[in-house]
């Protein structure tokens, strides 16, 4: 059964407030505000970079890509920590719910955390890649849930068991077929069974 989560963070779209929902599928999660997939941290926990890109290239992992600042920075605002500059912090807000879905690559007395590796190169070196960390403290020993999205560097070879990857993909339009049945022959079948159901009336009566 699919789990939901109703994330306490309204965006402004066109306008029009729109709650996000973040909607687990067993191995990720659904963003249906960015309209992105989100794999499960634990999956590539320990693997580094090189690792995972081959995995996207030709393995396990093809259709999935690292995320970028942007999308990191996305993520974050819409389970209620925004970003300003480099970092959010909140007292209360869906981190921890995230992490529930997602996994914890790190934890300990004060705090669970998700570090990630992103898709951003350290200042135009291919060989580093900049890491992003969320953060769930314990409000009752001080510790805000906070988010840093360029918290540290990894060597692109390095593998480090609590780092994670931070990949995405965009989650898949249906078909030209299933749209064109559903915009068009759901309705025409309606509208036949509707008259159907007047002429039983009528030959009834």
Known sequence: MLK????????????????????????YARDTSSGL??????????QSYEEVISETQGGSLIGWRYATRVELEELSS????????NQGTRMDSDL??????????????????????????????????????????????????????????IANSA????YASALVRVVPLPSASVMFFSAFLLPLMGQVLTKCTRWTLRIGA
């Open 4 to 27: 939901s989560i109703m994330l306490g963070f309204s965006l402004m779209v066109n306008s029009a407030a729109v709650d996000a929902v973040l909607v687990d599928h067993d191995g």
């Open 159 to 162: 593998s480090n068991p609590q």
């Open 78 to 85: 819409n389970i209620g920590v925004p970003i300003f500059g």
């Open 96 to 153: 921890p719910n995230l992490l529930d879905l997602l996994g914890v690559t790190h934890s300990d007395d004060t705090s669970r955390v998700a570090n990630l590796i992103s898709g951003n190169e350290y200042f135009g070196n291919k060989d580093f890649r900049w890491s992003s960390r969320f953060v769930d403290g314990d409000l009752n020993l001080g510790y805000v849930d906070h988010v840093l999205l360029e918290y540290g560097i």
């Open 37 to 46: 997939d989100w794999l499960d941290f634990t999956i590539t926990q320990g």
